[in-house]
């Protein structure tokens, strides 16, 4: 589908006054930039029009409406007045018309109509539906009660967050022109995404630009993400809605901040973030959806009812369901996420490879002191074909932490090597493990014990018990000794 225009920027005119005469407009340089950004991506001139006319009481232009129908997007700038003003609002319906006879308002699951969010509005009742319903891109940022725009005139902070948010808006706008310019009449025009669809949580106003970078990049890596528009905030209309979308979904990811964010009207008065874990974790039990939980480093609840789910949700097996709760900085996050989806996809794909097999993993549960012990067992896995993984030690507590974390949740068996850690470390190391097998549903992975010197009343009991998956190296490792653990492993070499 080809059109005159990539884009037209709708905006009220006071919203582009400069703050001080010897400045540029923000809309101005809103423009500007996005101009830049776009042809970058698209590899030619991006064709972005905005009526530039100072007056903002002339009689609605005819030329602006002949301009919808060879217009391909329409970004609007949402401001107080924005709502208040017919113009505007005219524009916004206008657009909306043309593009049901172009396509449509969405194309797939994306909109036509980017919703650029200035300043907070109260109310968007006299927005068109399908405006309302349009995730938008805020380009405020909120401290406390207060709530500041991203104008680079602010100083090098607010110009870096424009800029950050200018990128992303940038690389979904070419992406939507890109779709656009594969529709064609024929029913096999569009092609469809094979990779699993994610749905990603909405989450408080702490949380919404990293929300907005995690969205960015899964699309730029070919993921379809949901929800595309915003979901009701009514309880009787968003659960069907919750369980529909996420239904098409291999993942969801929850990210669970100090801001409780929105809360839909109805009798429970739990927020959307509450509602969606809650469904996410149901359907997690009914058809084995991987969700990922992520807390920030230090978070804490800026109102009670978060506090208590906060600490809620890392101790009740019940909301952590299928899901792997994380912990720790943005980049970890993503690196668990990419993980999983990875997974993910080899596992769907694994059935079109018949007898194909990957390799597998045994993680080795350690204390640091165990590591030159463990070498012998570390050489006869290799030996056997299969991928041996050590426990991180050295670096920050909390990258350790998570990097540990992935490590246990991906592997295909986990040895705890009882060696130089007592009791007590044994004890939590399996307590631990037991959490992990319970907030996720069921075991993903075998679990074994391997025996190391020094003997000790606690271990010489265990040999004596003769568990199934018990390993005995305190007089050295052998291919007997490790026969049941490769057996095993052999049994399951035809799964995913």
Request: hydrophobic share 40%; with cysteine; net charge negative.
């Amino acid at each position: 589908m080809n059109f005159d225009l990539d884009a037209f920027i709708s905006y009220a005119h006071i919203d582009n006054e400069p703050l001080t005469p010897d400045q540029r407009g923000w809309v101005t340089q809103f423009h500007a930039t996005l101009q830049t950004m776009l042809s970058q991506r698209l590899g030619q001139k991006a064709r972005i029009w905005r009526d530039e006319k100072l007056n903002g009481n002339d009689v609605f232009a005819r030329e602006i409406v002949d301009q919808f129908q060879r217009t391909a997007l329409l970004v609007s700038i949402l401001t107080p007045r924005y709502v208040r003003s017919e113009w505007c609002t005219r524009e916004l319906r206008e657009f909306c018309a043309a593009a049901a006879n172009t396509g449509g308002v969405t194309i797939g699951n994306k909109s036509r109509v980017f919703k650029v969010i200035k300043t907070p509005v109260d109310s968007a009742t006299a927005l068109p539906d399908p405006i309302q319903q349009t995730l938008g891109y805020d380009f405020f940022a909120v401290d406390g009660d207060e709530s500041k725009e991203l104008d680079p005139a602010f100083g090098d902070q607010a110009r870096q967050q424009f800029l950050g948010k200018l990128n992303g808006l940038a690389w979904q706008i070419a992406k939507c022109l890109q779709q656009l310019a594969q529709v064609d009449d024929s029913p096999h025009a569009a092609k469809a995404r094979t990779r699993p669809a994610v749905f990603v949580a909405d989450c408080g106003r702490d949380l919404r630009a990293t929300r907005e970078q995690l969205v960015t990049e899964l699309d730029m890596h070919g993921y379809d993400v949901l929800p595309s528009q915003q979901l009701p905030l009514t309880e009787d209309a968003i659960f069907p809605e919750l369980k529909a979308q996420l239904a098409r979904c291999a993942l969801s990811i929850h990210l669970v901040g100090r801001s409780v964010g929105p809360v839909p009207d109805g009798p429970s008065g739990r927020s959307l973030v509450m509602l969606e874990n809650d469904v996410a974790a149901a359907r997690s039990r009914e058809s084995a959806l991987r969700r990922i939980i992520w807390l920030p480093a230090g978070v804490a609840g800026e109102r009670v009812e978060q506090q208590t789910f906060i600490a809620a949700l890392q101790e009740d097996a019940a909301l952590q369901f299928g899901a792997d709760l994380l912990r720790g900085d943005l980049e970890g996050l993503k690196g668990a996420v990419f993980q999983t989806l990875r997974r993910l996809e080899t596992a769907q794909a694994a059935p079109a490879e018949g007898v194909k097999s990957r390799q597998r993993v045994v993680h080795l549960l350690m204390t640091e002191s165990d590591r030159a012990q463990s070498v012998p067992l570390l050489k006869l896995l290799r030996e056997h074909g299969l991928l041996a993984t050590l426990p991180v030690f050295v670096g920050d507590a909390s990258a350790v932490r998570e990097a540990n974390a992935q490590l246990v949740s991906s592997c295909d068996a986990l040895v705890l090597f009882y060696g130089a850690g007592d009791e007590v470390w044994k004890f939590h190391q399996q307590s631990d493990l037991r959490k992990q097998a319970a907030a996720s549903g069921t075991p993903r992975r075998s679990e074994w014990i391997c025996l190391a010197p020094p003997s000790t009343p606690d271990k010489e009991l265990l040999q004596a018990l003769g568990d199934a998956n018990l390993l005995d190296a305190r007089d050295g490792v052998s291919g007997a000794m490790l026969q049941p653990l490769v057996s095993a492993l052999a049994a399951t070499r035809s799964e995913p």
